[in-house]
């Protein structure tokens, strides 16, 4: 059985829809790249997800149970999630950020244990450099290792993120995407990503989803998605899809009009 | 295994820097409170205000100068406490919405919740209508709007979607509103009525009494264990709302909680003081930088810097023009801002 299962899930803010019969299943040890023009509903298909909006329609089945009928503290004990903006100005240190994550577990003294698991994350992010720094002095890669460090002593199965790599150069975004697809083999975790580069989904990525206007076009492995075709017909560029590569490889030529041309 | 031992000591750190920052702050203001006490037209030392204070407590086992016992006791310390506690619950107020609002010029002044007080005094003042009759009308008007100014806030925020922005630009406009609607009455008022408005607004802590002094102290012991003992929502909180709905906190309904107890905390204190605006934004500002953001340390500790400052205002504003006393609210500003610019422009992470 699948770890996360999203089942017939619509949503609609007051009278503007924004998803409409969203279902799909991903595994443990399994990340699924979620991709599609602006607008078309990413980051509100993950926030519906998460259970911080609430679908008008479907549900979310989380390790078997319905996301909707679990209490907030469970659900956080079950799926992490990282949202766009990375961070906000505190005066907390790296250390206490990530310590957060413990939240859902926390009374409201830190055991020995809380602290081991903080000291692992900030081990496997690289960050004990930087464990009493203050996470506003950081720069945009150490911040978000900082968020990812904080999602993963959430100790959850299930871990989504939105844009992590958006602000990053091309280095750091590798290495976050490596950092990710190590830990959900490691760990057996199943990752959620959107992402707007097509080429570092399609390299990191088991399968990928393709959202276009509120509903999936698409979902399989990259080489099966990423396709000409649905290049021209959901973000409308004319594109060369190179597959002769580890991964196939999205070549931007020119963007619209040509569909018309032929 | 090394590096975690580093880090490990590294947090033990941390937690002893905050403990002897709370430590210290205990002992600064029991200091304060015995130098406070000394202050005034009948002068005695530093010692004999603490043996009064002691044979208050103790009857028989300390014996108190003559006189010392009664100006202490009758005149003094109430004052000097009500300073201390009023201190300690705005500042809680102004880190708690700091906290919630994720907005480091939110306070009880700024969200509108001291200018509807300052209106419901006015009322009171110029009108003389109000809720109640008698001597509390002024206090019962200016306690009453400003729950009236948070349920307008809340109401807002309710029906906007509750948000940090919501809830910031909702109390900026009520406090322009209220602050219109107190000039108007100003304007409107006779001289005398206008120099009691003005003088309201000034803020002091002039109007204390035992048992007023009691009525807060309670409210305070009330609401501020609450406050820390959910201080690790406040920290999520602190960090987004995405992030604390992320990590199991229930947002909306916590931002709610949080905003409704600052504002108790906010109104019962300024329905007795008027305005004292600055405390609430500094002292959370300044223990933020001392010893950083965890909200179980940060609540405390801010609490006790907001009662060294406004008892140390208090008593600068009692004895720099002796006999004359200057309001609190006005020493608070002409001390604390220049204090404040200078932290602010010098900290390191600025």
């Known amino acids: 059985m699948a770890l996360l299962s999203v089942e017939d899930l619509s949503f609609a803010y007051r009278n503007h829809p924004v998803l409409s019969g969203v279902s799909f299943d991903v595994d443990a040890g399994e990340i699924v790249g979620l991709v599609g023009p602006n607008g078309c509903g990413k980051t509100t298909l993950i926030k519906c997800v998460d259970g911080m909006l609430r679908p008008m329609e479907g549900r979310v089945m989380l390790?078997?149970?319905?996301?909707?009928?679990?209490?907030?503290?469970?659900?956080?004990?079950?799926?992490?999630?990282?949202?766009?903006?990375?961070?906000?100005q505190t005066a907390s240190t790296v250390f206490e950020t990530v310590l957060m994550g413990r939240r859902p577990y926390l009374n409201w003294t830190v055991s020995p244990e809380d602290e081991e698991r903080v000291i692992t994350a900030l081990d496997l992010l690289g960050l004990e450099g930087l464990a009493f720094r203050k996470v506003a002095e950081l720069s945009g890669g150490e911040r978000q290792r900082v968020m990812i460090a904080r999602a993963l002593v959430q100790e959850t199965g299930v871990v989504l993120l939105d844009e992590p790599t958006s602000n990053l150069d091309i280095r750091h975004q590798m290495a976050v995407m490596e950092v990710l697809s190590r830990l959900a083999e490691e760990r057996d975790l199943a990752v959620v990503i959107a992402l707007h580069d097509l080429n570092l989904a399609a390299t990191y990525c088991h399968r990928l989803m393709v959202l276009a206007g509120g509903s999936i076009y698409g979902y399989g492995a990259p080489e099966e998605v990423l396709t000409q075709e649905m290049l021209g017909n959901v973000y409308?560029?004319?594109?060369?899809?190179?597959?002769?590569?580890?991964?196939p490889y999205v070549v931007p030529v020119r963007p619209g009009q040509l569909q018309e041309e032929g | 295994m090394e590096k975690s031992i580093v880090l490990r000591e590294g947090y033990a750190h941390l937690r002893k820097t905050r403990t002897a920052f709370i430590g210290g702050l205990l002992i600064l203001l029991v200091i304060l409170i015995g130098i406070a006490v000394t202050l005034g037209s009948a002068e005695f030392t530093v010692a004999e205000s603490y043996i009064a204070i002691l044979a208050g407590l103790f009857p028989g086992t300390f014996i108190a100068p003559e006189m010392a016992d009664i100006i202490v006791w009758d005149y003094r310390l109430h004052r000097v406490l009500f300073a201390v506690v009023a201190g300690f619950g705005l500042a809680v107020a102004g880190t708690v919405m700091q906290g919630i609002l994720r907005n480091p010029l939110a306070s009880p002044f700024t969200l509108g919740i001291s200018s509807a007080a300052a209106t419901g005094a006015s009322i009171a003042?110029?009108?003389?209508?109000?809720?109640?009759?008698?001597?509390y009308l002024i206090i019962a008007n200016a306690f009453l709007f400003s729950l009236l100014a948070s349920v307008a806030i809340y109401g807002m925020a309710r029906y906007r979607g509750v948000s940090s922005e919501t809830m910031i630009l909702a109390g900026i406009a009520l406090m322009y509103l209220f602050s219109a609607v107190t000039s108007l009455?100003?304007?409107?008022?006779?001289?005398?009525?206008?120099?009691?408005?003005?003088?309201?607004?000034?803020?002091?802590?002039?109007?204390?009494?035992?048992?007023?002094?009691?009525?807060?102290?309670?409210?305070?012991a009330c609401t501020i264990p609450y406050l820390i003992y959910r201080a690790w929502d406040l920290n999520a909180l602190a960090e987004g709302d995405e992030v604390a709905a992320g990590l199991g906190v229930p947002v909306e309904r916590s931002m709610m909680v949080f905003m409704v107890v600052a504002s108790l905390i906010t109104a019962v204190i300024v329905c007795f003081t008027g305005t004292i605006g600055f405390i609430g934004l500094v002292a959370p500002h300044i223990t933020r930088m001392a010893i950083g953001g965890d909200h179980r340390t940060l609540i405390p500790a801010s609490g006790l810097v907001g009662a060294a400052l406004l008892l140390a205002a208090d008593s600068i504003g009692r004895s720099i023009l002796a006999p004359q006393i200057l309001p609190v609210g006005i020493v608070t500003a002409f001390l604390g801002v220049p204090f404040f610019i200078y932290l602010f422009m010098h900290r390191r992470d600025a």
């Open chain 1, 63 to 88: 390790a078997g149970q319905d996301l909707g009928k679990m209490h907030r503290r469970e659900v956080a004990r079950e799926m992490a999630y990282v949202p766009q903006s990375a961070g906000n």
């Open chain 1, 236 to 247: 409308g560029i004319e594109a060369v899809v190179k597959q002769d590569l580890p991964a």
């Open chain 2, 125 to 135: 003042i110029v009108l003389g209508a109000g809720f109640v009759d008698g001597e």
């Open chain 2, 185 to 220: 009455l100003q304007y409107i008022g006779t001289a005398e009525e206008l120099q009691a408005v003005v003088f309201w607004m000034f803020g002091s802590v002039g109007k204390s009494t035992w048992p007023r002094l009691g009525l807060v102290t309670l409210v305070l």
